[in-house]
Nanobody
Framework: QVQLVESGGGLVQAGGSLRLSCTASGRTFSLYTMGWFRQAPGKERVFVGAVFWRRGAPSSVRGRFTISRDTANNTLYLQMNSLKPEDTAVYYC????????????WGRGTQVTVSP
């Protein structure tokens, strides 16, 4: 089992920045990939980006977002810059243990609201 807890969401004006964190506990030694997803009101959950936990390098996703991780503290980050109102969503982190089951562990999400 892996437990995931997101934090860092909130209300920000358009053009601002936020950094989300996701801390993993439990079977963290089994982490293969960790990723971020988001779900806007009335829409389906969509993939934002991911990183291979053991060998991943910081990767840029969507141009304005950057994913990074701190393996020593089992924490995944999502740095979001130049935020737009359309980025408003609940952001979830998820863990894939590489067992062929995809992302099987999910956090409860953190709300990001971007005002015009």
């Amino acid at each position: 089992q892996v437990q995931l807890v997101e934090s860092g969401g909130g209300l920000v004006q358009a053009g601002g920045s936020l950094r989300l964190s996701c801390t993993a506990s439990g079977r963290t030694f089994s982490l293969y990939t960790m990723g971020w997803f988001r779900q806007a009101p009335g829409k389906e959950r969509v993939f934002v980006g991911a990183v291979f936990w053991r060998r991943g390098a910081p990767s840029s996703v969507r141009g304005r977002f950057t994913i990074s991780r701190d393996t020593a503290n089992n924490t995944l980050y999502l740095q979001m810059n130049s935020l737009k109102p359309e980025d408003t969503a609940v952001y979830y982190c998820a863990a894939d243990l590489g067992a062929g089951r995809g992302y099987e562990y999910w956090g409860r999400g953190t709300q990001v609201t971007v005002s015009p």
